[in-house]
Nanobody
Framework: QVRLVETGGGSVQTGGSLRLSCVVSGVSEVIFSSAAIDWYRQRPGLQRELVASIGSSGNTYYAGSVKGRFAISRDNAKNTVYLQMSSLKPEDTAVYYC????????????WGRGTQVTVSS
């Protein structure tokens, strides 16, 4: 069974940085490396939203609100995807989650618990 564990959140002041990690277990390195992986966030009172994505070839996508401040990367040997967040703003406060479509699965697997990021002004 696929398991997603997000870590690295915390409390920072405006302008600070954090690096989030998402470790994916239950899939082989081959499956992991071929998957596109997404970072989402859920801000208080709002629906979960896509923040960044990374494809199997390393191509990336960023939501407009984070472009130029966040960077997504992956280490296939560790089944891990990262989200480097810089120049953080209070509106980045959210629970951050990762997910992907593994192998022949038709959709996302069960979500992990996420990691809380709190940015104070």
């Amino acid at each position: 069974q696929v398991r997603l564990v997000e870590t690295g959140g915390g409390s920072v002041q405006t302008g600070g940085s954090l690096r989030l990690s998402c470790v994916v277990s239950g899939v082989s390195e081959v499956i992991f490396s071929s998957a596109a992986i997404d970072w989402y966030r859920q801000r208080p009172g709002l629906q979960r939203e896509l923040v960044a994505s990374i494809g199997s070839s390393g191509n990336t996508y960023y939501a407009g609100s984070v472009k130029g401040r966040f960077a997504i990367s992956r280490d296939n040997a560790k089944n891990t995807v990262y989200l480097q967040m810089s120049s953080l703003k209070p509106e980045d406060t959210a629970v951050y989650y990762c997910n992907g479509i593994w192998g022949d699965n038709p959709g996302y697997t069960d979500w992990g618990r996420g990691t809380q990021v709190t940015v104070s002004s």
